[in-house]
């Protein structure tokens, strides 16, 4: 056995299967891995790691198990799902994982070859384990998978109080020790038992403010759609040698590297490591935006992006197109047992209609560029895409407003 002291959590115990994959190199690469990724360019102290995260939810992944009954084997297969859940993301978490599924149609939670593969697989055996059973809970596969990777899960749980924690924010703080308590599985379905419509709203509820505040920053999407924009070039470039596989297994060290290496990529590369960053162009609201756009694939942007620049007489590398996908909302259909009855969430709290509406009025679609460009940009994109929108008039009003945003991130 194992104790760590965690800062979230205070001391984890780790023992049995998890003791032992915990010094596997597909683990300890996970301190090597940013969990928010480019959100430390907004909130300096947010350099925690999918290694101290994956340990929060191994730590819950526990309790939970102990509070349901579950013991022996079973529980071993979930508490090495719960430790390894993130051995399958790349560099920088998130921030490129669309970018990787198209490359090689894969997500982070994919994780059969790695399981089955190396020390990994060798320590799951020695505990007879079964890899490809481990990594179905992984995907969320299964009773106990809901447990893993769910509306309920025990991954939402710790990141989203670590990420608080982390960050400063407070939106994030929910009462991890009673929502372990109040899982149930009826009739194979994770619940939160009677009584608890609440606290499957405090999950909701710190959800969408954690998303405006700290995962959907500007500063912070900015930053995501650059080193994005940068890590394509580094992928395409016929001298970095590096394809989509090899840049799964990369930490965040190894891209940066790469992209400072490349000189394809050397300029992006200077604008993350002195955050130099592009800036808003146009920041437009949904109602603004055609459907054509927000429905757009990867190449349409592209060539939106190329229009833009065109149409701006500017290198088309200084334009980016940031459209995020329509707000969606897991946690609305979570199950609380109410009146003996399974009801998701959405049916009985009147706070989901709210919180979509919310979501809705907080959607941004950005065009970046440097900032000596942007005004040109800006006149051009809303052109190009159609916005419903005067385009000098959001980059002039935008000007005052980022002066001091930049005061209260920096």
């Known amino acids: 056995m194992k104790i760590i002291k965690d800062s979230v959590h205070d001391h984890i115990r780790v023992e049995g299967v998890a003791r032992d994959l915990l010094d596997t190199p597909a683990v300890q690469r996970l301190r090597r891995i940013r969990q928010l990724g480019t959100v430390s360019l907004v909130y300096p102290s947010a350099n925690h790691t999918r290694f101290e995260h994956s340990l929060g939810v191994y730590h819950l992944a526990c309790a939970a198990l102990e509070h349901l009954g579950v013991e022996g084997r079973q529980a071993e297969r979930v508490h090495a799902a719960a430790l390894l859940h993130d051995v399958g993301h790349g560099p920088f978490s998130h921030n490129l994982e669309s970018l990787i599924y198209r490359r090689t149609g894969r997500y982070h939670d994919d994780v059969h070859d790695l399981l089955t593969q190396g020390q990994v697989g060798d320590v799951l055996r020695d505990h007879d384990l079964v890899p490809e059973t481990v990594a179905d809970l992984v995907a969320g596969e299964g009773r106990f998978g ?91 470039a016929p001298d970095a040698d590096v ?37 808003r162009a146009v920041w437009a609201e949904m109602d603004d935006v055609p459907g054509g756009v927000i429905e757009a694939d990867h190449g349409t942007i592209r060539e939106f992006e190329r229009e833009i620049a065109d149409e701006a007489a500017v290198d088309p590398e200084t334009v980016i197109l940031d459209v995020p996908p329509r707000p969606s909302m897991t946690e609305s259909t979570t199950r609380v047992m109410v009146n003996g009855e399974i009801r998701h969430l959405e049916q009985q709290s009147p706070l989901v209609g709210a919180l979509r509406a919310a979501q809705h009025s907080q959607w941004r679609l950005g065009v970046y560029s440097p900032a000596g460009r942007r005004d040109r940009v800006g006149r051009a994109a809303v052109d190009v895409l159609g916005l419903d929108i005067n385009g000098a008039l959001v980059t002039e009003v935008r000007n005052g407003l980022d002066a001091t945003l930049d005061q209260f991130v920096e």
């Open 146 to 236: 809901q447990l893993v990777s769910g509306e309920l899960d025990v991954d939402r749980m710790d990141y989203l109080v670590r990420d608080a924690h982390h960050t400063g924010v407070p939106y994030g703080t929910i009462d991890t020790g009673r929502l372990v308590r109040e899982l149930a599985f009826v009739d194979g379905e994770l619940v939160l038992d009677e009584g608890n419509v609440q606290t499957a709203e405090s999950l909701l509820v710190a959800r969408a403010l954690m998303n405006p505040t700290v995962y959907s920053h500007s500063v912070a999407r900015i930053g995501k759609a650059m080193l994005r924009r940068g890590t394509e070039r580094l992928l395409d």
């Open 243 to 279: 394809d989509a596989a090899t840049l799964q297994r990369m930490d965040d060290y190894d891209l940066i590297v790469a992209l400072r290496s490349c000189e394809a990529t050397t300029e992006f590369s200077r604008r993350l490591d002195q955050r130099d960053l592009f800036k």
